[in-house]
C-alpha cells in the first residue's frame, strides 16, 4: 500500500499504531492522527460527495473549517453520529467511519447524474422549478425535495450517551490557544486573575503545531510551546482543549461545547461525552486566528485540492505528505512555504503558479533555489481528474489577457487565496465590522461587549505578531480590570510573515458561464450561481445567500463567505462594505443536541413536583396528569376500571359516604402583621374586617383589569394572621403579584407575605360520614355541627400532629380539609386510610374533584374562566364588597365594556336528550340553520357525566346568558347538531342542604 | 420523572471518593419579616443580632440567622428551641410587630462536603462561587430550582430546598457525585 507517512515527523505517535475502519476497509494510522489525515496516510483523498452535485471530494482542510470531509461515525449501538468532519474526530482502535451522500459507492455514486445536467441546477433552481401547477406540491415536488433534503443519515436510535453542563467564572476567557492566545493567558496569568485557555483542537498551539521551524527566544518551536503550557498550568491557568467557544452572548456569557469521550477507545464508564459549559467572563480575548480562503476557478473541488496551509499542517503536524506531485495556485506568500516544506519531505513540487506578476523576490530566489518552476502572473483555468485530480490548467495573464494554457499533471493541488480573520464570535456579539482595503477582508471595529481581538483576528500575521498582540491584549484585559500584567516581547526566528492579494474569480480564457468554480463547496454553490443571483435581481448580500445558499451549510460560509461577497460586490459593480456580509449565529461548530440538553432527559428531563402523599398514590395504582409542575393523582381505578368508571365510582361512594384526596398541591400563604386585615380588603374583592377569626371566606382575586385571576378559601387564624389558598397553578404568581403590590404601591403597609405551600400537606375529607371519621383524632377542639360550622377553621392536635383543621366544601357534602405538617403528610393519610375503612372511604383523583365540583356549579379558575371573565360573568358578583373604599380590578369593574350588555357569562347546559355529553371547548350558536360561518355565541368550559344529575352536565361561558335561562341554544359538532337548555350552573342539593350536617 | 425520595430521614445520599451528598436531620425554620424599627427588638428576642446585610449570617446559641433580604430573615434551630422562639417574638409583637412564620417542613437541607464540592455546585448554580465566603449564603437557583445556598466551609456548602423540588436536585447531584468521582 502506498505510504505517505514521512516517518519520525509531526506530532502523531510514530511507535502507536491505530487500526479503524472507513467504508469498510480497515486503515492504519497513529495515535494522534484524524480520520482526514491517516486517510491521506494511506493514499486515499476521496472522502465524500457533494451535496447537491454528488461530485467527489476530499478534505479541503485540516480542521474544523473542513466543508467537504463529512463522514458518519460509528461508537458502538446507538452511537452513530452523521456529518462529523474528518478533519477533526481522532482515530481509535475500532473506529467505524463511513462516507455519505452516495448510492451505491464512493467512487461510483447514481446520484452523481445531477453533476452532469448541473446547468439546469443552477441558482434558485427550487425556486423556479417546483412551483408549478400547484396541483404537484403535494405528490411530487415535497416529497422530492424532502428526499433530497439533508446531508447524511439521522441517527434511528435513542442515544445511549451521557452529557454534563457545569458554569464557570473566569476573569479572562481567551479563545484559541495559538500564540496570540498563549501570549494573552502568560499576560493575564501574571496580573493574578483567573485564566481560562480554550482551543478546539485536541492540543493548544494553534499555529505552532505546523510551524515547527520557528524559533522563539532561541527555542525551537515546540520545546518553547511544552515549556510555556507548564508555565501556564504554574500559573494557575485552566487549559481546555477538545473545547470550542460556540457562541458568545450578552455581558460576556459565552458557551463552551467540550468534547470529553469521543476521541476515546475505552471511555470510562457512564463517563459524560461532551459538556457545555456556561462561562461568564469579565474579560473575554478573541484569539481565534484566520481561516485561508481557496481561490475560485473552474474545478477547484476535485479530491487532491486543498489549501496550501492544511497541507503544511498535515505535513508538520501530522506527518503526512498529501501527495507526490503538487501544484501550488496562490495569491499570497502563506503557500510557498508550504510548497517549501513539501519539497523538503520528498514532495515533488511541479510548479508554483502564482497570480501575481512579481511575488516577493526572496521567494522566488528560495524557490530557485530549490529548483521549483515558479509561474508569477498565472491563472488556473481548470482541472483534470475524475476520483483524484491529474492536472491543472494555468494561463499567462499578460494586461489582463488570458493566454495560451498549458496542463501540468500533478496528484495535489494546494490553493491559497489569502486569509479571512475570524470573527465568528465577534459577530455574535453584534459588534460592527470595518472593511479593510488593503487586506480585502473585514477587521473588527466597535466593539460592544468587554472583549479584546489578538493576532490574526485582527489582521495580524506572523508569529511575533501574533505573540506580541497577544501579551498586549493580556495586558489590556488586565487593566480593564484593575490589575497590571507583565507582558514579555518573544523574539521569533524563521518566522514566516507574508502578504497576498485577493481575487474574485480568477480569469479565464474558458467561458465563464460554463465554469464549476465552487465557492461554497458543501452547498455547491458557485460563482455563476451569485451572479446569476445578482442578475436576477438579488441586491443585498442577505439575498443572495438565500437565493444561492452560499454559506448556508453546516460550515456557515467558513471559507465561502469572504468569496461570495467579493464576487457578488464585482457583479453589483459596488465595494464589499456597501453590500455587506451577513450575520454569523451560534453555534460556531455544529453542536450535538445532547450538548444542549445536557443533563435533562429521561427522568431528568424537566421537575416534577410531588406530594408527600404522592407515593402512596402511586403504590395504589393511581394514574396521573400534570398540573403545573406538580403530577397528581387523576383517579384510582380498581380492577381494571377505565377512567369514566373510576370517576363515576369516585364520585358515588363520596357522595353516598366519604371520600379522600390530596390536596396538598394547593397554594398556601400566610398573611401576617397588623396591617393583615386591611391588605386582604385592598387584595380581594371580598369583604374581610367582620371576619371573626375562626370562620373562613371564599377570596375573589382580580387583575387591575377587572378579570379573575385567582380563587380560593381563606381563614382567618388571628386578628393579624390569615392563612389564604389559592389555585395549584396559581400559587407562584399569586405570592408574586401581592409582593408586587406590597413593595410598589404600598410599602406603608405593615404586613408580610410568606409561602406555606410545602409546609402543609393537605388532606380533603368529603361526605357525610366525614365528621364521623375525623372527631376521634381531634383533640382540644368540638367539632361538632353547631361549634365548628361550615366556613370554619381552627388549630388543633389531629392525630398526633399539629393540624389546621377547615371546615370547607368544594364538593357540596359535609367537608374538611386537614393541614398537617408536610413530613406526617403520608403517615395522616395512611392512619386517615385504615380507620376509613369502616366507612368505605374512596381515595379519589383531580377528575372526580372536578366532576363534583360542576355539580355544584363552583368554577374552575383558567378552566371555566380565560383572563376576560368578570366576578359578575362568572356569577359570582356577590364576592365582591359593595361598600369596599377600593380593591384591586375595582375600578376596572366601571370600565363601559365590563358593564356593557352582551359579555360571556357562565350558565349551565343540559343538552336535550339527556344523554349526549358536550365535548369542552365546543362552540354554542343560537340558529342551527344559519349560513356558515355562524355566528359563534360561545363555548362549553367544562363537561362530564354525572351520575348525581342523572345525566350529562356542562358549563359554558354565553353572550347575555344570565338573561337566556330556559332558552336553546345548539352545538354543532361533525357529525350532528346538540340541542341544549340554559340552566343555572347549580346541578345538585341547590339548598345545600348535605353541607348541614 | 424523578424517583421518590424520603426526605423524612437524614441520610448519606450519595457519596464519591470526590464528594459526599447528606441529607441533613429537620430543624426548626422560620420566615423572620420585619421592618428596620422593630430590628433591635427583635435581636433582643431571638437572643442573637439580626444581620442587616443580604446574605450575611448571625449566629449564637445554635440558633442561626440569615438575612434574605432588606426585611426578610431566616432563622435557624434546634427543633426544642422552636416553641421558646415562637413565644418570644411573639411576646413583643404588640410592640415591634413582624412576622414570624414556621417553615420547617416546607424545606429540607442537603450537604455537600469533600475535595470536589465546589465542582459539584457548578452543574447547577449559576454564581460564581468564588465570591460566596464562608459563613455567609445566597438565595440563588440550582438546576433552575429556588435554593439557599450556604457556604460552611471552603468545601462544604448546604443547599436549602423546597421539599417537591428536593428529589430534582438529589438526583443532579447523585449524577454529578459519580461525574466528579470519574474524572
Not at chain 1, 383558567?862 to 364588597?881: E, L, S
Not at chain 1, 377600593?886 to 349551565?908: H, I, S, Y
Not at chain 1, 362552540?923 to 360561545?938: A, R, S, W
Not at chain 1, 343555572?984 to 341547590?990: A, K, N, R, S
Request: net charge negative.
Amino acid at each position: 500500500m502506498t505510504t505517505f507517512r514521512v516517518p519520525g515527523r509531526g506530532r502523531v505517535l510514530h511507535n502507536r499504531p491505530v487500526s479503524f475502519t472507513f467504508d469498510g476497509m480497515t486503515y492504519q494510522g497513529l495515535e494522534g492522527d484524524t480520520v482526514a489525515s491517516a486517510l491521506i496516510a494511506n493514499g486515499v483523498q476521496l472522502m465524500g460527495r457533494s451535496f447537491k452535485y454528488h461530485r467527489p471530494r476530499g478534505p479541503m482542510a485540516a480542521g474544523s473549517e473542513e466543508p467537504n470531509a463529512l463522514i458518519g461515525t460509528r461508537r458502538g449501538k446507538g452511537r452513530f453520529e452523521p456529518n462529523t468532519r474528518a478533519t477533526v474526530q481522532e482515530i481509535w482502535n475500532g473506529l467505524e467511519t463511513n462516507s455519505q451522500n452516495k448510492y451505491p459507492s464512493l467512487k461510483f455514486d447514481v446520484g452523481a447524474i445531477n453533476d452532469r445536467a448541473y446547468m439546469l441546477f443552477s441558482a434558485g433552481f427550487y425556486y423556479k422549478t417546483f412551483m408549478w401547477p400547484r396541483s404537484f406540491w403535494d405528490k411530487y415536488y415535497e416529497p422530492f425535495i424532502r428526499a433530497a433534503a439533508g446531508l447524511g443519515v439521522s441517527p434511528s436510535e435513542p442515544d445511549p450517551d451521557n452529557y454534563a453542563s457545569r458554569y464557570l467564572h473566569t476573569d479572562v476567557l481567551i479563545i484559541g490557544a495559538g500564540p496570540a492566545g498563549l501570549a494573552s493567558a502568560r499576560a493575564a496569568a501574571t496580573a493574578g486573575l483567573r485564566v481560562t485557555l480554550v482551543d478546539e483542537n485536541s492540543e493548544p498551539g494553534g499555529t505552532l503545531l505546523s510551524e515547527p521551524q520557528a524559533s522563539l527566544d532561541g527555542t525551537p518551536a515546540w520545546d518553547w510551546l511544552s515549556a510555556e503550557l507548564d508555565a501556564l498550568t504554574d500559573l494557575d491557568v485552566r487549559i481546555m482543549t477538545r473545547t470550542t467557544a460556540i457562541g458568545y452572548y450578552h455581558q460576556n456569557m459565552i458557551a463552551l461545547c467540550q468534547k470529553l469521550t469521543d476521541h476515546q477507545e475505552k471511555p470510562a464508564e457512564g463517563a459524560p461525552r461532551e459538556r457545555m459549559w456556561r462561562v461568564r467572563a469579565k474579560q473575554v480575548i478573541l484569539a481565534q486566528g484566520a481561516l485561508e480562503k481557496p481561490l475560485v476557478f473552474d474545478g477547484n473541488d476535485r479530491p487532491g485540492v486543498m489549501l496550501a496551509g492544511s497541507a503544511q499542517t498535515y505535513l508538520n503536524r501530522y506527518g503526512v505528505r498529501v501527495g507526490n506531485k503538487a501544484v501550488i495556485v496562490t495569491s499570497h506568500d502563506s503557500a510557498w512555504y508550504a510548497a517549501f516544506d513539501l519539497a523538503s519531505a520528498g514532495t515533488q513540487i511541479e510548479a508554483i503558479v502564482d497570480t501575481r506578476p512579481t511575488p516577493n523576490a526572496d521567494l522566488i530566489k528560495e524557490a530557485a533555489a530549490r529548483g521549483i518552476t515558479v509561474l508569477p502572473g498565472h491563472t488556473a483555468t481548470g482541472t483534470s481528474g475524475r476520483l483524484r485530480i491529474k492536472s491543472v490548467r494555468v494561463n499567462k495573464v499578460e494586461n489582463g489577457k488570458v493566454l495560451n494554457a498549458r496542463n501540468i499533471s500533478c496528484d495535489s493541488l494546494l490553493i491559497c487565496g489569502g486569509w479571512t480573520p475570524t470573527l465568528h464570535l465577534f459577530s455574535h456579539t453584534k459588534g460592527s465590522l470595518k472593511w479593510d482595503d488593503e487586506s480585502q477582508t473585514f477587521l473588527p471595529d466597535r466593539i460592544t461587549e468587554e472583549c479584546q481581538i489578538a493576532g490574526a483576528g485582527r489582521g495580524l500575521w506572523g508569529i511575533a505578531s501574533a505573540l506580541n498582540d497577544g501579551a498586549v491584549m493580556g495586558a489590556a484585559a488586565a487593566k480593564a480590570l484593575g490589575k497590571s500584567a507583565t507582558t514579555q516581547t518573544v523574539t521569533v526566528a524563521n518566522d514566516r510573515p507574508g502578504t497576498g492579494e485577493s481575487h474574485t474569480e480568477l480569469p479565464t480564457d474558458l467561458d465563464p458561464g460554463k465554469a464549476r468554480a465552487f465557492v461554497d463547496y458543501q452547498n455547491d454553490v458557485t460563482a455563476k450561481d451569485l451572479r446569476l443571483a445578482v442578475r436576477e435581481g438579488m441586491r443585498s448580500i442577505e439575498h443572495v445567500k438565500r437565493y444561492t445558499t452560499n454559506g448556508m451549510a453546516t460550515d456557515q460560509g467558513k471559507m465561502s463567505n469572504i468569496n461570495g461577497l467579493n464576487i457578488a460586490a464585482d457583479a453589483l459593480g459596488k465595494k464589499q462594505p456597501e453590500v455587506g456580509l451577513t450575520t454569523f449565529r451560534p453555534p460556531y461548530t455544529p453542536t450535538s443536541f445532547g450538548a444542549f440538553a445536557g443533563y435533562h432527559k429521561g427522568e431528568h428531563f424537566e421537575v416534577t413536583r410531588k406530594t408527600p402523599i404522592d407515593s402512596w398514590a402511586e403504590e395504589n395504582g393511581a394514574v396521573f396528569e400534570p398540573v403545573s409542575l406538580w403530577r397528581r393523582a387523576w383517579y384510582f381505578p380498581k380492577d381494571g376500571e377505565d377512567m369514566d368508571a373510576a370517576v363515576r365510582r369516585e364520585c358515588r361512594e363520596t357522595r353516598k359516604s366519604l371520600g379522600m384526596f390530596d390536596a396538598s398541591t394547593l397554594g398556601k400563604i400566610e398573611v401576617v402583621g397588623p396591617d393583615a386585615v386591611e391588605f386582604m380588603n385592598r387584595m380581594y374583592t371580598n369583604p374581610w374586617t367582620k371576619l371573626a377569626p375562626g370562620r373562613t371566606r371564599y377570596g375573589l382575586l382580580l387583575g387591575d383589569d377587572g378579570f379573575i385571576r385567582d380563587d380560593g378559601v381563606i381563614g382567618r387564624l388571628s386578628d393579624d394572621r390569615f392563612h389564604i389558598t389559592t389555585t395549584t397553578g396559581g400559587a407562584a404568581r399569586v405570592l408574586n403579584m401581592m409582593e408586587d403590590y406590597l413593595q410598589t404601591e404600598w410599602p406603608d403597609l405593615k404586613v408580610w407575605l410568606t409561602s406555606t405551600t410545602e409546609q402543609w400537606s393537605t388532606i380533603a375529607l368529603n361526605g357525610p360520614n366525614a365528621r364521623n371519621l375525623i372527631e376521634p383524632f381531634v383533640e382540644g377542639l368540638d367539632i361538632s355541627d353547631a361549634a365548628f360550622p361550615h366556613m370554619s377553621i381552627a388549630e388543633c392536635t389531629f392525630a398526633g400532629f399539629p393540624a389546621r383543621l377547615f371546615r370547607v366544601s368544594f364538593t357540596g357534602e359535609l367537608g374538611f380539609e386537614i393541614n398537617v405538617p408536610a413530613r406526617h403528610g403520608r403517615a395522616l393519610w395512611e392512619k386517615l386510610f385504615d380507620a376509613g375503612q369502616k366507612y368505605d372511604i374512596c381515595p379519589y383523583g383531580t377528575e372526580t374533584m372536578h366532576v363534583l365540583r360542576a355539580e355544584k356549579g363552583f368554577i374552575i379558575v383558567g378552566q371555566d374562566t380565560d383572563g376576560t371573565v368578570t366576578p359578575y360573568d362568572a356569577g359570582a358578583g356577590w364576592a365582591i364588597g359593595k361598600n369596599k373604599p377600593d380593591f384591586v380590578g375595582m375600578r376596572a369593574l366601571n370600565r363601559p365594556d365590563l358593564t356593557a350588555e352582551g359579555r360571556k357569562q357562565l350558565v349551565g347546559l343540559l343538552t336535550e336528550d339527556g344523554t349526549s355529553k358536550l365535548e369542552e371547548g365546543a362552540q354554542i350558536v343560537l340558529d342551527p340553520n344559519q349560513p356558515i360561518p355562524m355566528k359563534m355565541v360561545g363555548h362549553v368550559t367544562s363537561s362530564y357525566h354525572s351520575d348525581a344529575a342523572g345525566r350529562p352536565i356542562a358549563l359554558a361561558l354565553v353572550e347575555g346568558g344570565h338573561g337566556k335561562t330556559g332558552d336553546t341554544v345548539y352545538i354543532p359538532m361533525p357529525d350532528r347538531t346538540i340541542k341544549a337548555t340554559i340552566t343555572g350552573t347549580t346541578f345538585y342539593d341547590p339548598e345545600g342542604a348535605r353541607l348541614k350536617l | 420523572m424523578t424517583a421518590h425520595v424520603d426526605l423524612n430521614m437524614a441520610r448519606t445520599l450519595a457519596k464519591s471518593s470526590a464528594v459526599s451528598v447528606e441529607l441533613l436531620p429537620s430543624v426548626a425554620r422560620f420566615s423572620l419579616r420585619a421592618g428596620t424599627g422593630e430590628q433591635t427588638a427583635l435581636s433582643k428576642a431571638l437572643g442573637v443580632a439580626l444581620p442587616t446585610k443580604i446574605g450575611q449570617c448571625t449566629r449564637k446559641n445554635k440558633i442561626e440567622v440569615l438575612c434574605l433580604g432588606p426585611d426578610e430573615w431566616t432563622v435557624l434551630a434546634p427543633e426544642d428551641q422552636a416553641v421558646k422562639i415562637t413565644d418570644a417574638c411573639e411576646a413583643i409583637y404588640a410592640k415591634a410587630p413582624h412576622s414570624l412564620t414556621e417553615v420547617s417542613d416546607r424545606e429540607i437541607a442537603i450537604q455537600i462536603t469533600g475535595a470536589k464540592a465546589t465542582d459539584l455546585m457548578t452543574i447547577g448554580c449559576p454564581r460564581d462561587l468564588d465570591l460566596l465566603p464562608v459563613g455567609e449564603a445566597r438565595r440563588t437557583i440550582f438546576d433552575g430550582v429556588s435554593a439557599v445556598l450556604w457556604r460552611d466551609g471552603s468545601d462544604e456548602y448546604r443547599l436549602d430546598l423546597w421539599r417537591s423540588f428536593a428529589p430534582h436536585v438529589i438526583s443532579l447531584l447523585e449524577t454529578g457525585c459519580a461525574e466528579l468521582a470519574a474524572e
